[in-house]
């Protein structure tokens, strides 16, 4: 198949969905245009990889004060400003332009702030009807679903504040999105449900055919990337919280980690260090570092903050335990499955395993509350036994329920029903 992809930003392994879908579909042998947009020359080289790979890509660069400007614009309306965030004209028309060929036979769009490009997509088509062809909406999680629990747990006042303007907003459009395209996708039945009742809410009598467009499509794991290491020999007391340290649910989750988990932990187990690993880390995420003592007859503070990192594989690893201690947050959490993957033993939250298949006892260990959370990080550090057992564990299940070619057999199939 010829697959227009449009995405908001430029696919890398951080933003592994996109990026492993562009990936598997060019092996697979489809052909892809990559229509994204990029803020930074980092972004660029990311684009220029993946046309190295085979991808046919068009970009535009999206400054800030762009971004700043759309969502000055869109404030006084009702829809919400993450639909306008990225809108970009320049690349609109770079859009268009392929779209006249008719050489396209489906269109995939990216997150709700690739959904304005998906609507001028629709727009396109409703204009020039032989020319008609399928569009996908990847809404990746249901982002009013976050957004309902950001407003009760985020710990970042500014982040409680902006999803509370957006809340209402995105839900009206959220429920409004799944009405415009052909098919829909989010990363978990927890997603669907969400939009199933954004649906009821908004749609009415229509909610039965419009929640028969909205698919699961989970995310996979690059297996040899995140290769597996024996869990039994890894560096002692050392544990890595992963991710992007800019995003409020991983910011509110490293403060839960470090001010209420951890000094339960250290109580027992002084020496334990703590790494924060992920790009972007703001200031409350560095100060947790600088305000750390020092470990027992170290030099070493007892939190690092690593910033963005030339391998994330290599941090994890190294760690005697990766934790996932997220009190919010949507979709599937790709720390966890990444940790899984390298077969590092897991403690998270039930909040971050809701979507995955996983047994607390059997692939990692599932606790909530500060207390309960610290009790099963003493549990795994003091037992070697347990961790190369949930470690090799955690790597089979990865192994057999997620794999970016079992994704993408199921992104084919959605693309192959919305041609019918």
């Known amino acids: ?88 004209p320049a690349l609109m028309e770079q859009i268009r332009a392929v779209l006249q060929t008719g050489d396209i036979d489906a269109v995939h769009v990216e997150h709700l702030r690739g959904s304005r490009y998906a609507v001028g997509v629709r727009s396109f088509f409703a204009a020039n009807p032989p020319l008609r062809r ?16 950001a407003v009760q747990s985020s710990r970042s006042l500014k982040a409680r504040l902006m999803t509370w303007i957006e809340l209402e907003r995105t839900r009206r459009h959220e429920a409004w999105l799944v009405g415009q395209f052909e098919r829909t996708l989010v990363t978990s039945a927890l997603d669907k449900a969400a939009f199933v009742g954004l649906l009821d809410r908004y749609a009415g009598e229509q909610l039965h055919p419009l929640a028969a467009r909205i698919e699961v499509i989970g995310n996979g794991v690059d297996l040899e990337h995140f290769a597996f290491r024996d869990p039994r020999q890894r560096p002692a007391d050392r544990i890595v919280f992963s991710g992007k340290m800019s995003y409020h649910a991983n910011v509110t989750a490293a403060l839960h980690l470090v001010n209420d988990i951890m000094p339960h932990v250290w109580a027992q187990r002084p020496s334990v260090q703590v790494w924060l690993v992920g790009k972007d880390p703001v200031a409350e995420v560095r100060r947790l570092a600088e305000a750390a003592p020092a470990l027992p007859n170290s030099t070493e503070r007892r939190v690092v903050v690593t910033g963005a990192v030339p391998s994330m594989p290599a941090y994890i690893q190294q760690a005697t335990i990766a934790v996932a201690p997220l009190l919010y947050g949507a979709g599937i959490q790709n720390k966890a499955l990444e940790a899984l993957a390298c077969g590092t033993p897991v403690v998270a939250t039930t909040q971050a395993t809701g979507a995955l298949r996983v047994r607390s006892g059997q692939e990692l260990l599932v606790a909530d509350g500060a207390e309960a959370f610290a009790a ?45």
Not at 43 to 57: Q, T, Y
Not at 136 to 141: A, C, K, N, P, R
Request: glycine share 4%; with cysteine; net charge neutral.
């Open 376 to 420: 099963a990080v003493i549990k795994l550090l003091n037992d070697s036994e347990l961790r190369g057992r949930l470690g090799e564990a955690g790597r089979r299940y990865v192994e057999t329920h997620h794999s970016w070619d079992a994704a993408v057999q199921l992104l084919e199939a959605a693309y192959c029903t919305a041609l019918e």
């Open 1 to 88: 198949m010829n697959i227009l992809f449009v995405a908001p930003y430029a696919p890398n392994p951080v933003r592994v969905r996109p990026y492993e879908f562009v990936r598997t579909l060019l092996r697979r042998g489809h052909t892809v245009t990559l229509a994204a947009l990029w803020t930074s020359e980092t972004e660029r080289d990311d684009l220029s990889r993946l046309a190295a790979m085979g991808a046919h890509v068009l970009s535009a660069p999206m400054p800030t004060w762009r971004s700043l400007r759309n969502s000055v614009i869109t404030l006084p309306g009702r829809a919400p400003l993450q639909a306008s965030y990225s809108w970009n």
């Open 134 to 149: 399928p569009i996908v909406w990847d809404s990746v999680d249901s982002i009013s679903y976050l957004f309902e629990q």
